[in-house]
């Protein structure tokens, strides 16, 4: 829904609010016209039954909303009497409805005084519950949501297992364009393979204002463009077509910010010609052949273990074994088994034919030697033709969301011939450290800002899934920061003090407490 559609709902709904609650405001003593207001009327609404002025500020929150709304029509309903079981139903299965039949065909009478103190442990429980959803749910949409890396795409920055938070307040929290979804779950009801939203309707893209903006080098997570994790739809389908919001969330290093002119030479990234510094944490890896002299025994298996190569490894001739190819490696670990006894060389695998899997797929470039390409900038204004089209054809039909039609040489936008096109948000270029084993920029090109959910700042738990018993758990890792200077420090010790510190404390103030009373 455009913005002037949302407007005229928006109208509606206080056409509808007034019609079936005019009377009631009557009842309590305000005016017939302050129903119709628009946000006063909820305002005062809040005072009618009790509750407080902030609660009108959910009812405008998506996700958070829908769980609000019962609560007011059961609320509006108890406050003028109707408190049985009866009427809770009738109120909640009409939608609030239920509410235009006690306006119109009862008497009404305002209780003002009506406590509002549960009247039995299961109303307290509900209570309680409800409370414990809404506020968990504004922490995950706005402030902070949990993370768990699922593949090796930015090894050995971030590992299979980790577990983190994911800060919505860095780059500014997105307002959910999904308004009717489950709350505190992605694009799947749990253990179901059932969709947890309806795809319509659907807000405009806004998002609160942030502290930083997003930096070269950041790592980003963020939902995928070309989402084609169908496993939830019908699987003849080739892309899944979900809402932007409920598109998987994917994390990777962005390497490159709007207005960046980007080149990778021999799989080292260029930035304007420059070479892209990466920070200390960061640790590229490549594939790798490694060749033995056959005569002297190599004890891989001490090796893969210090130097914790986790991805697949394999003889490229199992009958001579004198060449080992490794998915992925560091520098350091290269030069390591340089210095290995029996080892011979150590080669990068360089890609240097085209490849046509690589953004955007005209045959020029391949995932190792690729650019320059341009990434498009908010307001910035490019020139359009059909060679220049397919980097930025996504841009103008998927994600800005214009008609594009192309007949030969001739591209109109929106029923316009179009010589150049003027972007409408800014654009990044994600990768993964694991340059050879990461589905990344390279394939599927640019990443809107619309897409951006947040900064990983946080790992709260890592579990390596080849451990066994405590040995599952990555203890280096526990209460470390994703970000920052030097190589990253677990603060969990730390943490366990706090906690001992804390119970000691309470312990002795409550000792003395007692001997004071």
């Given at each position: 829904?455009?913005?002037?559609?949302?407007?005229?709902?928006?109208?509606?709904?206080?056409?509808?609010?007034?019609?079936?609650?005019?009377?009631?405001?009557?009842?309590?003593?305000?005016?017939?016209?302050?129903?119709?207001?628009?946000?006063?009327?909820?305002?005062?609404?809040?005072?009618?039954?009790?509750?407080?002025?902030?609660?009108?500020?959910?009812?405008?929150?998506?996700?958070?909303?829908?769980?609000?709304?019962?609560?007011?029509?059961?609320?509006?309903?108890?406050?003028?009497?109707?408190?049985?079981?009866?009427?809770?139903?009738?109120?909640?299965?009409?939608?609030?409805?239920?509410?235009?039949?006690?306006?119109?065909?009862?008497?009404?009478?305002?209780?003002?005084?009506?406590?509002?103190?549960?009247?039995?442990?299961?109303?307290?429980?509900?209570?309680?519950?409800?409370?414990?959803?809404?506020?968990?749910?504004?922490?995950?949409?706005?402030?902070?949501?949990?993370?768990?890396?699922?593949?090796?795409?930015?090894?050995?920055?971030?590992?299979?297992?980790?577990?983190?938070?994911?800060?919505?307040?860095?780059?500014?929290?997105?307002?959910?364009?999904?308004?009717?979804?489950?709350?505190?779950?992605?694009?799947?009801?749990?253990?179901?393979?059932?969709?947890?939203?309806?795809?319509?309707?659907?807000?405009?893209y806004m998002r609160l204002p942030?502290?930083?903006?997003?930096?070269?080098?950041?790592?980003?997570?963020?939902?995928?463009?070309?989402?084609?994790?169908?496993?939830?739809?019908?699987?003849?389908?080739?892309?899944?077509?979900?809402?932007?919001?409920?598109?998987?969330?994917?994390?990777?290093?962005?390497?490159?910010?709007?207005?960046?002119?980007?080149?990778?030479?021999?799989?080292?990234?260029?930035?304007?010609?420059?070479?892209?510094?990466?920070?200390?944490?960061?640790?590229?890896?490549?594939?790798?052949?490694?060749?033995?002299?056959?005569?002297?025994?190599?004890?891989?298996?001490?090796?893969?273990?210090?130097?914790?190569?986790?991805?697949?490894?394999?003889?490229?001739?199992?009958?001579?074994?004198?060449?080992?190819?490794?998915?992925?490696?560091?520098?350091?670990?290269?030069?390591?088994?340089?210095?290995?006894?029996?080892?011979?060389?150590?080669?990068?695998?360089?890609?240097?034919?085209?490849?046509?899997?690589?953004?955007?797929?005209?045959?020029?470039?391949?995932?190792?030697?690729?650019?320059?390409?341009?990434?498009?900038?908010?307001?910035?204004?490019?020139?359009?033709?059909?060679?220049?089209?397919?980097?930025?054809?996504?841009?103008?039909?998927?994600?800005?969301?214009?008609?594009?039609?192309?007949?030969?040489?001739?591209?109109?936008?929106?029923?316009?011939?179009?010589?150049?096109?003027?972007?409408?948000?800014?654009?990044?270029?994600?990768?993964?450290?694991n340059r050879h084993n990461s589905?990344?920029?390279?394939?599927?090109?640019?990443?809107?800002?619309?897409?951006?959910?947040?900064?990983?700042?946080?790992?709260?738990?890592?579990?390596?899934?080849?451990?066994?018993?405590?040995?599952?758990?990555?203890?280096?890792?526990?209460?470390?920061?994703?970000?920052?200077?030097?190589?990253?420090?677990?603060?969990?010790?730390?943490?366990?003090?706090?906690?001992?510190?804390?119970?000691?404390?309470?312990?002795?103030?409550?000792?003395?407490?007692?001997?004071?009373?």
């Amino acid at each position: 829904m455009s913005a002037y559609q949302w407007f005229i709902f928006f109208l509606i709904l206080q056409v509808v609010h007034f019609l079936g609650t005019w009377k009631l405001y009557e009842s309590a003593g305000r005016k017939r016209w302050e129903a119709a207001i628009p946000v006063y009327n909820a305002i005062i609404l809040m005072k009618i039954i009790g509750r407080p002025t902030w609660w009108t500020v959910l009812l405008f929150l998506p996700i958070i909303n829908l769980i609000i709304f019962p609560v007011i029509w059961v609320e509006t309903l108890r406050s003028f009497g109707k408190r049985s079981g009866v009427d809770t139903f009738l109120g909640i299965v009409t939608l609030g409805f239920y509410i235009y039949y006690v306006n119109y065909t009862q008497k009404l009478e305002y209780v003002a005084d009506r406590s509002l103190t549960p009247r039995n442990k299961t109303a307290d429980t509900i209570s309680s519950l409800l409370f414990a959803v809404v506020v968990a749910t504004i922490v995950h949409t706005y402030l902070i949501q949990p993370f768990t890396i699922p593949t090796s795409s930015l090894e050995k920055s971030l590992l299979v297992g980790d577990f983190l938070f994911v800060s919505k307040m860095n780059y500014g929290a997105r307002v959910p364009m999904t308004t009717i979804a489950l709350p505190m779950v992605h694009d799947s009801i749990p253990l179901t393979k059932n969709k947890s939203y309806l795809t319509y309707p659907q807000l405009p893209y806004m998002r609160l204002p942030g502290i930083q903006n997003i930096d070269r080098t950041d790592i980003v997570v963020f939902n995928w463009p070309v989402d084609t994790v169908f496993k939830f739809f019908d699987t003849s389908k080739r892309r899944a077509y979900k809402p932007v919001d409920k598109k998987s969330n994917y994390v990777k290093r962005c390497v490159g910010i709007p207005g960046d002119n980007l080149s990778i030479k021999d799989g080292v990234i260029y930035i304007d010609g420059k070479l892209l510094q990466l920070p200390e944490r960061a640790k590229p890896q490549f594939s790798y052949k490694v060749a033995f002299d056959g005569k002297t025994a190599v004890n891989l298996e001490y090796l893969f273990k210090d130097l914790d190569i986790t991805d697949p490894a394999f003889f490229t001739d199992d009958t001579k074994r004198d060449t080992l190819f490794l998915s992925a490696l560091t520098e350091a670990g290269a030069q390591r088994l340089k210095n290995t006894p029996g080892i011979t060389a150590v080669v990068r695998q360089i890609s240097k034919d085209v490849d046509n899997g690589v953004f955007p797929h005209i045959n020029k470039w391949n995932r190792d030697n690729y650019g320059p390409i341009y990434i498009p900038e908010k307001g910035k204004t490019v020139p359009l033709t059909t060679e220049t089209l397919p980097f930025y054809k996504a841009i103008i039909s998927d994600y800005e969301n214009n008609d594009l039609k192309i007949n030969g040489s001739e591209i109109r936008i929106n029923g316009q011939i179009a010589t150049s096109y003027t972007f409408g948000q800014n654009y990044y270029w994600m990768m993964g450290d694991n340059r050879h084993n990461s589905e990344d920029s390279r394939y599927w090109g640019f990443v809107p800002e619309n897409h951006i959910v947040g900064k990983p700042v946080f790992i709260w738990l890592s579990i390596d899934p080849n451990g066994k018993g405590l040995n599952k758990i990555r203890w280096d890792r526990v209460f470390t920061t994703v970000s920052g200077e030097g190589q990253p420090q677990s603060y969990f010790k730390l943490f366990l003090l706090g906690l001992v510190l804390f119970f000691v404390g309470e312990y002795f103030w409550k000792k003395r407490k007692a001997n004071k009373g």
